[in-house]
């Protein structure tokens, strides 16, 4: 079980209901990083702080606890850690031989060792997976969803705005079967942009 600090400005505690289990997080990155994986990939397991290594640093007995263990359901898992590109910089010489300690177990283990920042996690994909996470579960009408995509197969070079127009349901309604049907994958849109209403919709 991870320990959890007491809260410092610099943190933001909580855990994180996932369909493998809960995860804590220690920060916002990490929040979000845990947000973006379990979004791109529903059937992974996020184990917070799974292990504790020592190694030698020169003289020094050191400890060091990477921040995640994500196993996928295809492929290798990952250990992971998730730090502000800042405190790299800043921290590096001392932060690098607890990061060659975690590689070398995740190898021995069949697994791989990464480094996630702010520049892989935050952005346009993060924002869509924050939206349209909750939404996986929400229900959806299945004549209406049925509406949705046959406007969606109808339409060339279909967007999100152009189906939205051609349905014969309110607006609210609408964009509310859009949205679900897009957090379900039942409509692909490009998750690396914004969605805006032109945006192009296709079929999976």
Do not use: C
Request: aromatic share 6%; charged share 25%.
């Amino acid at each position: 079980m991870r320990r959890i600090p007491l809260s410092r400005r610099s943190h933001i505690i909580g855990f994180q209901p996932l369909a493998t289990g809960t995860t804590e997080h220690e920060s916002a990155l990490e929040r979000d990083f845990v947000t973006l994986t379990s979004f791109l990939h529903p059937d992974a397991s996020i184990t917070s702080q799974p292990v504790s290594l020592s190694f030698r640093d020169g003289s020094m007995a050191r400890r060091y606890t990477p921040d995640f263990l994500v196993r996928y359901a295809a492929g290798p898992a990952q250990v992971v850690e998730v730090k502000y590109r800042a405190d790299l910089r800043a921290n590096w010489r001392r932060l690098r031989p607890g990061f060659l300690a975690a590689r070398d177990w995740a190898r021995e283990r069949g697994a791989m060792f990464r480094i996630a920042t702010e520049r892989s996690i935050r952005g346009p994909l993060l924002n869509n997976a924050k939206r349209l996470l909750p939404l996986r579960r929400a229900p959806v009408d299945a004549e209406v969803a049925e509406l949705v995509l046959g406007a969606a197969r109808s339409v060339p070079a279909a967007t999100f705005g152009g189906v939205l127009a051609g349905l014969p349901l309110s607006r609210e309604a609408g964009l509310a079967a859009l949205w679900r049907l897009i957090a379900r994958g039942m409509l692909r849109v490009d998750l690396s942009a914004p969605i805006t209403s032109h945006t192009r919709v296709s079929i999976i």
